[in-house]
């Protein structure tokens, strides 16, 4: 069975600093893939980026870039320039290649301060 | 952008009560998920589907049923509702070939 874990339950930081969260995950799968959502203070959850376990260069999107180290079976998700927008909780999740299910993370709640 | 749809967004109901939660999505994908949202825990996969009259189990499955009726829409039903189902559900849809998952904006259920 896959799991994926999030220890950093929060993280506070200076807007226009960098903040780094981490993530571990645990699979059988030769092949799978992870991903970073963003749930908003609405409550709404959006994909922000993601990393096929085949890909040695990390992914990068707009100011999300993603730390994968496969040997540890970690993904660590990097913002760089933070704003004030970016205050959300970020969850982490990886899919099988066998199957279609989605496994998550607890989140990590992050707070950008003015 | 996949647009996902679900209704209510608030419900409240008793214990014991009868309560259905909607989704529909309008971009023919052909998964659909039900996940609920509760503190420590993240998101929990409650039942997910490939296509219509097809259902899968998820991880946290207990006290739920689903039904995807068409392609579009998808339903979670709690027929004797308990108070540990108080929580905040998602629905999600992602296409065969994408992976990434796309949400609803949540319906909040409390059970009383």
């Known amino acids: 069975a896959q799991k994926v874990t999030q220890t950093q339950t929060s993280i506070s930081v200076m807007e226009k600093t960098t903040v780094t969260m981490d993530c571990v995950y645990e699979?059988?799968?030769?092949?799978?893939?992870l991903f970073w959502y963003k749930q908003t203070a609405s409550g709404e959850i959006v994909f922000l980026i993601r990393?096929?376990?085949?890909?040695?260069e990390n992914a990068t999107v707009g100011h999300y870039s993603l730390n994968f180290q496969k040997p540890k079976s970690s993904i660590g998700l990097i913002i760089t320039a933070t704003q004030i927008e970016d205050s959300a909780v970020y969850f982490c999740?990886?899919?099988?290649?066998?199957?279609?299910?989605?496994?998550f993370g607890i989140g990590t709640r992050v707070l950008v301060r003015p | 952008e996949a647009a996902v749809t679900q209704s209510p967004r608030n419900k409240v109901t008793v214990t014991g009560g009868n309560v259905t939660l909607s989704c529909r999505q309008t971009n023919s994908h052909n998964y659909m998920y039900w996940y609920r949202q509760d503190t420590g825990h993240g998101l929990r996969l409650i039942h997910y589907?490939?296509?219509?009259?097809?259902?899968q189990i998820g991880d946290v499955p207990d006290g739920y049923k689903a039904t995807r009726t068409t392609q579009e829409d998808f339903f979670l039903l709690l027929e004797l509702a308990s108070p540990s189902q108080t929580s905040l559900y998602f629905c999600a849809s992602k296409d065969r070939a994408n992976t990434e998952v796309f949400f609803g904006k949540g319906t909040r259920l409390t059970v009383v």
């Open positions: 699979t059988q799968d030769s092949s799978y893939f």
């Open positions: 999740a990886m899919r099988d290649s066998a199957g279609n299910k989605l496994t």
């Open positions: 990393q096929d376990s085949y890909k040695k």
């Open positions: 589907s490939y296509g219509a009259g097809n259902l």
